[in-house]
DNA sequence: CTTGGCGTCGAACGGTCGTTTGAACGCGGA
DNA sequence: TCCGCGTTCAAACGACCGTTCGACGCCAAG
């Protein structure tokens, strides 16, 4: 078993020396996840880290980047926890593990990540904008990543064998969309419309509801 | 029957004696689906529409209002399609549309108009990019445009009586994601994942299988 | 023919942006 | 004590942005 996902990679940037460099990267992350990449300056990140405006360009090299660098670190940390979560689940029973449990390793890291306690819930924020206003290199690097989702594919037909490659293709490609579109502002939406009958849920309770609506999607 | 989201709003302006404010419109309307708003500038726009810069501001006051307007006219028609096929299906079937029928009317209007041949296709990725990237302004018009929603979550509660209110608002809201997630880019990657079995679709066909799991979603 | 309003035009304004520069600083090793 | 190097600093550069300005042509009404 030497599976390069479900090895820790080794520390590519000393932070604990480089103050500096680690103040800019978690405000950056900040202010990305909350307003957005183009609405952020290179000042507004050294205001909020404390730093001098030039430390962008020493550390980073450019915004661009430092950009490229919160997301690819965190995406990497995102996927490494899927695959931690799908082997577990394989291990556990046996070698071929059910539907909801292959769709729970998919859905869970990032819903965790996302609880309002939980000090990761910025990163998944920070995901979530890039993937739809990153720049066309991070695009690029989502549409090739596709070694983890291949495992989630594989793990897929493995559990339901007699459904044609081409349906399990497509049934995980609206599954992906489900989880990739939970902006927080379309829960005030939701919310609104049902007049408040949604309350707030806890994570295990929406991932549940979430399980419930992609199981009986992909078994369809 | 005086329901204001099936009558045809006036024209709002006469664009037939003012063919620089609609050249203006068309090439921002590109622009904005082809490159994201931020990443067009207003001389870009004028370039395309080979009309004087001081227009842009003549014409609709700011770049922000000619944003703000088109998404206005184009999520109008938009959800008056919806509004139109929903009443369709509930004429055809007596006051008490099907599950899927409800959902088609929700699936298939920016489906169709996003067929390769059909010329509404930049309204659609318009419209896709503005739910993401838009102003706060309009984001918040979004949220609070529940009451053509409010008819297709009446309609989905009606035809499944038995369903707790709250698993139809919460299941509504998964449907919701699967059709406004749809990025033509997501696509790349499906075909990329699944080494090409998952051949270009017609539009009906991607249709049915969105509509195949998603009426075994809420009806999980 | 004159007048006035509307649309268009080139040009410029004020501001913000990412990035660069060169000097100053702090500190471990010669 | 002095040097060298990595880091931080204030300041500025050049480019691009959305918007505004005043002049000009045009055509219909007086």
Do not use: C, M, W
């Given at each position: 078993m030497t599976d390069p996902l479900l090895q820790d990679p080794p520390d590519e940037t000393d932070e604990?020396?480089?103050?500096?460099?680690?103040?800019?990267?978690?405000?950056?992350?900040?202010?990305?996840?909350?307003?957005?990449?183009?609405?952020?300056?290179?000042?507004?990140?050294?205001?909020?880290?404390?730093?001098?405006?030039?430390?962008?360009?020493?550390?980073?090299?450019?915004?661009?980047s430092l950009l490229f660098e919160i997301f690819r670190r965190r995406t990497s940390e995102l996927n490494r926890e899927r695959a931690r979560m799908l082997h577990e689940a394989a291990a556990e029973a046996g070698g071929k593990p059910p539907v909801r449990e292959i769709l729970k390793a998919y859905f869970a890291p990032p819903l965790r990540w996302a609880s309002?306690?939980?000090?990761?819930?910025?990163?998944?924020?920070?995901?979530?904008?890039?993937?739809?206003?990153?720049?066309a290199e991070m695009r690029e690097v989502l549409r090739n990543?596709?070694?983890?989702?291949?495992?989630?594919?594989?793990?897929?037909?493995?559990?339901?064998?007699?459904?044609?490659k081409e349906d399990v293709y497509w049934r995980l490609h609206f599954i992906l969309g489900m989880v990739h579109q939970n902006r927080f502002a379309e829960f005030d939406r939701l919310h609104h419309l049902s007049?408040?009958?949604?309350?707030?849920?806890?994570?295990e309770g929406l991932l549940s509801r979430m399980l419930d609506f992609a199981e009986a999607g992909f078994l369809a």
């Open positions: 604990a020396q480089v103050a500096t460099k680690a103040a800019v990267f978690n405000a950056a992350e900040r202010l990305f996840a909350l307003h957005g990449f183009q609405n952020v300056s290179v000042r507004d990140i050294t205001a909020e880290a404390r730093v001098n405006l030039a430390s962008v360009n020493y550390h980073f090299g450019s915004k661009d309002p306690d939980n000090d990761r819930r910025i990163s998944v924020q920070f995901i979530i904008r890039a993937r739809s206003e990153g720049t990543d596709v070694s983890h989702l291949a495992r989630f594919a594989d793990a897929l037909t493995a559990a339901r064998p007699e459904l044609p007049g408040g009958i949604t309350r707030e849920q806890d994570v």
